[in-house]
Every structure is written in structure tokens, then in C-alpha cells.
């Protein structure tokens, strides 16, 4: 498993939010799935309405997130 950090925009209502999310995946496919299905089930936003900029692989040692560190270490 690996830490991805994703950023990019939504839009709530009628503006775009931007967002920065650290999330743990096997792959960076998997890793923007994972955002989408979040933030349709937390935020209620469609797909369509979410503009991903960038995705990078985050280094274990620089993971900020705690559930993800944890995930990272349940995996290993």
C-alpha cells in the first residue's frame, strides 16, 4: 500500500472549493477512485463537478494524516 496526496477543486453550491487530501491505495487509479467515492459520500458533490490537479506519492516518513500512517503500517 502507498500514500498518495491529491489535490484539486469541488464545487459546493456555486463555488469551487479547493481540497488537498492524503489518502492510502495500492495505486494511483485506485487512490482517485477512493477520493471520488469520499467526497460524493461526505460532501454529496457529483463526479463530474470534481477537477483533480495533481496526484503524487507521498514518502512514508512525510505522511501528515494519521489514518493513513496507520494504514500504511496495518499493511505493511
Not at 6 to 23: H, V
Not at 39 to 54: D, E, F, N
Amino acid at each position: 500500500m502507498k500514500a498518495f496526496r491529491i489535490s484539486g477543486r469541488f464545487r459546493m453550491g456555486r463555488a469551487w472549493q479547493p481540497f488537498a487530501k492524503e489518502l492510502a491505495a495500492k495505486d494511483e487509479a485506485a487512490a482517485r477512485e477512493k477520493l471520488l467515492s469520499i467526497l460524493g459520500s461526505q460532501h454529496g458533490v457529483p463526479r463530474k463537478y470534481v477537477t483533480i490537479a495533481a496526484v503524487e506519492e507521498v514518502p512514508k516518513d512525510q505522511v501528515e494524516d494519521h489514518a493513513v500512517r496507520y494504514a500504511l503500517e496495518a499493511g505493511a
